[in-house]
């Protein structure tokens, strides 16, 4: 047998070429590896394939991330080992946010957890106070143990802070009468707005002006205090009586101007001024009630309501709204506080029902109102569109599925409600009760002559602006604590004892009024709930636990098989 050295230094110098040809692709692999590496800390994107774009984030969350100067960090109060599956989802979603505005903000935010039981002692109550002022209260939550259910202190909240300063937000918000995970769906869906209105508090803490027209009964039992209070930190709030306002410049520095239950009329001069600030763009929020009664005459033989006139009335008009001469009760209803009688040397208050005090749970789906628990009104008129071209009509609020409109005049006694209602005779469902106007508006002095003093001046004949109408005056206004005479704060009613969202819905429209495309616009996001089908589960478990289980190991084995039988091809061949 003989060999065949040609052969084999052939052999050599192809192993030669095939181990150079290696190392040159591998070379190509590292490099690009690098580049792309190197282009990763220039370059920045993310790509979002759910259906609902989940991880996306709103045009003016990424304008007020791009604008961030400094870094920040943001604590997750939510924390506890033993969270159930919907508050471990919870606190997921919201480190994935924070995750979300780090990759696309200019500087840095960090996320840890922080659990505010864990301060010291002879911290931990003013730490929990500082919490309750960033509208952060503690959650008694329920939790599954070997030894039965245990009650567990939750702080569903986040800190947002920088060298200098922090501030909080809630984060478990959702309508009464939601269920559990259609809460927790709803807070998942609000965290992009939660968390950049803190963002945007802490580094933009700039407050835009609001005027409270006064000088003519406005709020006059709390003064403005519940508006003062509940805009306090985000927004400026101006007392401006109309009668000194020389020119409707005087007015146009104001990002809004509230007109919250006046009860005498706005002489021609003032409408003017009123009507000229809207057409400059300008934004009205309008609260006035179709009734007028004397509630310490309730007692006896009752109050009498009567229709209150107000020449407010031809500006809403001319806008598209009307005030009804009437009022509403629904069933729906809170109470009132009627003496009892004394016990002892003390006068005793009893809760009475109370059907012109009611709670508004019915919401549009929008940026003011989306995800907003019940809203108080007390004795509110109903409202009606009427026509005016290039104004578009939103409702926001709605009665219950059974109310009914009262007309006027009325007599109303504190005896009224002493049997239970008849259900048949509230047959009304969804009555609006607070609409936004918005687009081209037409001025109430179009073709007509102007007061005397701005004669002879340019007159806007119309103009883009927003309009919110109410029915009724005193939902901005808070109520009095009967312990102690004591102002509350806005929607808290000592009476049931409960917190309406007076408050937020007010901080909502001044956002939207101010900024509509800002923010407030991440509200409108919508996420599905996709439950799985608890019967397929059941039926086709095993199934997909051996898929899962043998499914890769079947794929390893297959592919190792295939790659045997290429290389034995391949180096036969050879061979």
Known sequence: MGFSWGNGLDFEEEMKQLLSNRLLLLGILGLGVLVLFGLGQKLRFRIDLTEEKRYSLHASTLQLLGEIDRPLHVDILLTGEQLPGGMRRLQKSIEETVRTFNAYSSESITVSYFD?????????????????????????????????????????????????????????????????????????????????????????????????????????????????????????????????????????????????????????????????????????????????????????????????????????????????????????????????GNFGNQEQLVPMPWLYHFHASRMQVHPITKGLDQVGFRFASSLDTVKADGVKKTPLLFSSERSRILPLPLRISLTAFQEPPLESEFGVSNLPLAYLLEGKFTSLFKNRFVPEEFAGGAVKDSGIGKVLALGDASLFQSQVNPADQELLPLGEDPIEQTTFANKQFLVNVVQYLTDPEGIISTRTKVLQIRPLDKVMVAEEKQFWQWVNVGGPVLFLVLMGGVIGLFRVKRFSRRG
């Not at 403005?224 to 400026?236: I, P, T």
């Not at 600030?277 to 007692?299: C, D, F, H, P």
């Not at 009804?324 to 003496?339: A, E, T, Y």
């Open 116 to 340: 505010p039981l864990e301060v010291t002692d002879s911290l931990k109550e003013d730490f929990i106070f500082t919490l309750a002022d960033y509208g952060i209260r503690p959650t008694n939550l329920f939790v599954n143990q070997a030894t039965g259910q245990q009650a567990q202190l939750i702080f569903p909240g986040i800190l947002v802070s920088d060298d200098t300063y922090e501030t909080g937000a809630l984060i478990l918000k959702g309508e009464r009468g939601m269920s559990a995970e259609q809460t927790l769906n709803a807070s998942i869906e609000n965290l992009e707005f939660e968390l950049a209105q803190a963002i945007q508090k802490l580094v933009y803490p700039q407050k835009s002006a609001i005027a409270l027209i006064i000088g003519h009964g406005e709020l006059a039992e709390d003064d403005g205090f519940g508006m003062v209070e509940a805009l306090d930190g985000r927004y400026e709030l101006f007392k401006v009586p109309l009668e000194q306002a020389k020119k409707v410049e005087d007015l146009s520095s104001f990002a809004a101007v509230f007109i919250l239950g006046p009860d005498s009329n706005f002489t021609d001069r003032e409408l003017f001024l009123l009507d000229q600030y809207l057409m400059g763009g300008g934004n009205l929020v309008v609260a006035t009630e179709g009734a007028r009664l004397n509630l310490s005459q309730l007692v006896g033989e009752g109050a009498l309501a009567l229709p209150q006139q107000n020449s407010l009335d031809r500006l809403l008009f001319r806008y598209g709204i009307r005030v009804n001469k009437d009022l509403i009760q629904d069933l729906n209803f809170g109470v009132i506080p009627v003496m009892g």
